[in-house]
């Protein structure tokens, strides 16, 4: 498991970048580049649920939030698998990375925002999260500024 870390400068305040990760409407254009159409459902609790998922809401990861301080961080802790419908917490494929963290840091700089982003991953998933979080983060910052 090894460490990723993502960061860009957003010229806006660190709420509207807040929002424009965490809302309905804009979190599936950020997230597009890691799966077209995906879902985020949570409940916004620590320890609570958290499923994001593709189009079909069937397929993805179960998470929980391991803290949350609005708008400052959000950590998610993954937990399992998400399969037509069945949380996969279980199986020795999900063991090798559940536990694994998804950060999210905003600080926020007279009225400008540094979105940082630190994702545990299996290194075989590298290119994957590169793609996602380089392209998706520049939406945020395009979205959180227009």
């Given amino acids: 498991m090894e460490t990723l870390r993502y960061q860009i400068e957003i010229d806006a305040p660190a709420q509207k970048v807040w929002d424009v990760l965490w809302n309905d409407k804009t979190y599936s254009q950020w997230t597009h580049y890691f799966s077209p159409d995906s879902k985020m459902k949570t409940d916004w609790e620590v320890g609570g649920k958290t499923y994001f998922t593709d189009a079909s809401g069937q397929n993805g990861m179960v998470s929980t939030i391991e803290r949350i301080e609005e708008p400052k961080h959000l950590i998610f802790k993954h937990l399992?698998?998400?399969?037509?419908?069945?949380?996969d917490v279980d199986s020795e494929k999900v063991k090798a990375w559940n536990g694994s963290l998804e950060a999210y840091y905003l600080e926020n700089n007279e009225g400008?925002?540094?979105?940082?982003?630190?994702?545990?991953?299996?290194?075989s998933y590298k290119d994957m999260m590169d793609n996602g979080?380089?392209?998706?983060?520049?939406?945020?910052?395009?979205?959180?500024e227009n």
């Fill in 80 to 87: 399992g698998e998400l399969n037509n419908g069945v949380e």
């Fill in 112 to 123: 400008k925002t540094t979105l940082k982003v630190e994702v545990g991953v299996d290194s």
């Fill in 133 to 144: 979080f380089i392209k998706g983060l520049e939406v945020v910052k395009n979205l959180s």
